[in-house]
Every structure is written in C-alpha cells, then in structure tokens.
C-alpha cells in the first residue's frame, strides 16, 4: 500500500513539475504538424547564443563619501536637514538599498537647496554646503545608474528568463512600462533641472519606492527578451526546414496539390490564429518599452559613465534594436515563404 502511495505521489510529481510550457507545445505542434505533411523529421531547435547581463561587479559605479561634521551637521536642524543626516546614518539608513539610497540622496538636495535660500549668507556652512550641493549633483548619474542596473528589483528586470511567456499572461508589463517611464522622465529631469529648472517635489521622489514595489515580484522584462530571442530561433528553424524542402511540395494545373493544402490549412490554424498574434504581442510591447529602456541607457552613459564592454554588448542587442531586428526578419522570412506557396498553388487568401 505504501510503495502504490509513493508511485501515485511520483507520478504526480512528474505532471505537475514538468509541465509544458503553453507557448512552446503550440510552436513544437505547428513545427510538428508542418513536417508530418513534409514527410521529414523536425530540425532540433538550436540553443540560444544571446548575450546575458552582466554581473553586477561589472556594473557597479563607485561613488565617494561627502561627510559634514557632527556639530556642523546639528546646526542645520533649523532648515530640516539634519533630520534626514540623521537618519541616513541610523542602522537602517546604513543598510538601505540602492532605492532608498537615491530617495534620500533627492531629497537630501531637495532640503540642501532649501538650507542655502534661507541661511545667513555670512554663515561659514555656506561655503561648505554650496560644495556639498555640487558634489550631490554631480554624483546623482552614479547613484541613479547603480539603482538600475545593480539594485535587486530593477536588476532582476533585466535578468534573462528561461521560459516562453505565456500567450494569456504576460503579468508585468504594465508595471514596468510604468516604472521605466517614470525613471526615464526622472533622469531627464534630474540631468536637465540646472538648466530647464523642472521642480523635483517630494511626490515625484517618493513615486521610486512606488514602482520599486510594483515590480518587486515580477521579472517581466528578462521574460520578453529572452521569449523574443528564442522565437526568432525557432521561427528560423522552421522556416529553413519549410525552404529546403519546397520544390517537393507539387502544385500546378492538374497536379494533386493535397499536400499543398495541408500545409495551408496548418498555417490557418496554428500561425495565423494563434502564433501571429502572439508575435505582435510581442512586439507591440517591446517596443512600447525599448524606447524608455534605450533612453534612461543612453543618458547616464552621456554623464561619463563608462560601461563595461558585457554591458555595452547588452545593451546594444536589447536596448538599442538588434533582438527587434533580427525578431522581424525572422517574421518576416517566414511570412515570405507562405507568400511564395500561396502564389505558386494560386490558393486565394483566407479560409477555403
């Protein structure tokens, strides 16, 4: 009884850990289906040879400690600074993580900047707080980069997934194209506000611990390209296999075009109901994202942040294009091969 217990326990295991993805069982049918027709075995679907992100050692920005003395530090409780001195060098404050850090740093400034409008001019702090105030600033790029690309929750975004996303859930987008468009638009304000003098209130600051816990369980991003990258590869397999074998598909004026229409009717019923939507799902998301993704990059790097040569890589392959671009030939490759057997077998367009 026991050991009968132990297999069904088993046996359950297996099913429910080893689940199929949705995603890949619909492609693996379609390619399955298109070579049963062929008579031909299905090529192995290579692996993926894409860039990973990179470790966060190879990322990380150093940043300098701006300290200011105890006694000098207690003076600046008339203006609300020292509250926040305070509280950065708490155990907590100490241990923050990298969206804190660049909440306090914001508001650190934001306060800063109040302390030297309403202080005596002929305070000695001045002097030294007016240096503090231009050392912040020009820090602000590092700290915003390390929270980015090296804080836990936005890292995780750009971590490779390992499955298909689902063609019913793609569970973060929302949160993330909100989030990076809100840091888009931060950055620019916080690069640009010496010279358009945008407000930063304390509202806009606070919105980062917002999104922060928006995203903090999803890994949506990492998802979308890796789903992008492994779909070109198999769309390119498929592909292939359907080119090299296309002269032997027959079609003519009174020649049997049975197989022909076989091969018709599984691209009406798999591409073209369901995987072609899917693709433009795809699509339409990554590039609603890529733009906000390629912009927040591209604008810290123009603070004299050098990225590593990995990161470069990365960044030039998912955020400035080249997955789109190799993802829309594969598309369109495709696409082109079905062009080419309708026109051949004169099958009209649509349902027949």
């Not at 690309?149 to 499955?163: A, M, N, S």
């Not at 063609?167 to 929302?174: A, C, V, W």
Request: net charge neutral.
């Amino acid at each position: 009884m026991k050991r009968l217990l132990l297999l069904v326990m088993l046996c359950l295991f297996v099913v429910t850990g080893c689940k199929e993805n949705p995603t890949e069982a619909l492609l693996d049918t379609y390619q399955q289906r298109l070579t049963n027709i062929l008579d031909v075995e299905p090529d192995t679907i290579p692996p993926l040879d894409i860039p990973s992100y990179p470790q966060t050692h190879a990322l990380k920005q150093p940043i300098a400690d701006i300290t200011i003395g105890l006694l000098n530090a207690y003076e600046l409780r008339q203006c609300g600074l020292f509250q926040l001195i305070a509280e950065r060098n708490s155990v907590l404050g100490k241990v923050q993580d990298k969206t804190r850090r660049l909440r306090y740093e914001l508001l650190f400034l934001k306060q800063l900047e109040y302390c030297l409008n309403v202080l005596d001019s002929t305070d000695p702090l001045q002097h030294q707080l007016k240096d503090i105030y231009h050392q912040k600033q020009q820090q602000l790029p590092q700290v915003i980069w390390n929270m980015v690309f090296t804080g836990q929750e936005w890292q995780q975004q750009f971590t490779l997934g390992h499955q298909l996303l689902s063609p019913q859930q793609f569970g973060g987008y929302i949160e993330n194209l909100a989030a990076f468009d809100y840091l888009e638009t931060l950055t620019t304000t916080i690069i640009s506000r010496h010279i358009f003098q945008y407000p930063l209130t304390t509202n806009n600051i606070e919105l980062l611990l917002y999104h922060q816990q928006q995203i903090h369980n999803t890994q949506y991003i990492g998802q979308l390209f890796y789903s992008i990258a492994r779909i070109t590869t198999i769309m390119n397999t498929i592909t292939n296999q359907l080119t090299t074998h296309e002269q032997t598909v027959m079609c003519g004026k009174n020649i049997n075009q049975q197989q022909a229409q076989y091969l018709r009717n599984v691209f009406y019923k798999y591409y073209a109901n369901d995987i072609q939507p899917y693709l433009s799902k795809l699509d339409s998301q990554y590039q609603q994202l890529q733009p906000h993704l390629n912009n927040l990059y591209t604008t810290l790097v123009q603070q004299q942040i050098p990225p590593s040569t990995t990161m470069n890589l990365y960044a030039r392959y998912y955020f400035q294009g080249e997955l789109l671009r190799q993802f829309h030939q594969a598309t369109h490759d495709h696409v082109h091969y079905w062009q080419r057997l309708f026109k051949r077998c004169q099958f009209k367009i649509g349902r027949q």
